[in-house]
């Protein structure tokens, strides 16, 4: 099983980004999938998640900004980042969650 993280960079607040993370060797769509962000020096967090059907769930402080989606043609799922700011800047990780298949994480810098 491998995911594979692309889409990070360097950007300015209130700018644009799309990552997105290409699964292969699993059914992923029988997953809930996951972006996680770990900034210097804190733990991971939560960013987004969905569920076999559909259904997305946010972090409150990215609600409104990220919106996650997927195309099962193309076991991709992606997280469009709009109006980002410097509070954002992490490397992102995918992940099937209840697994222990992560991405190998990219990059996001937001310049203030």
């Known amino acids: 099983v491998q995911l594979q993280a692309s889409g990070g960079g360097l950007v300015q607040a209130g700018g644009s980004l799309r990552l997105s993370c290409v699964v292969s060797?699993?059914?992923f769509n029988w997953y809930v999938q996951a972006w996680y962000r770990q900034a210097p020096g804190k733990s991971h967090e939560l960013v987004a998640r969905m569920t076999e059907i559909g259904t997305t769930n946010y972090l409150d402080s990215v609600k409104g900004r990220f919106t996650m989606s997927r195309d099962n043609a193309k076991n991709t799922v992606y997280l469009q980042m709009n109006n980002l700011k410097p509070e954002d800047t992490a490397v992102y990780y995918c992940?099937?969650?209840?697994?222990?298949?992560w991405g190998q994480g990219t990059l996001v810098t937001v310049s203030s």
């Open positions: 060797g699993v059914t």
């Open positions: 992940k099937l969650m209840g697994t222990d298949y």
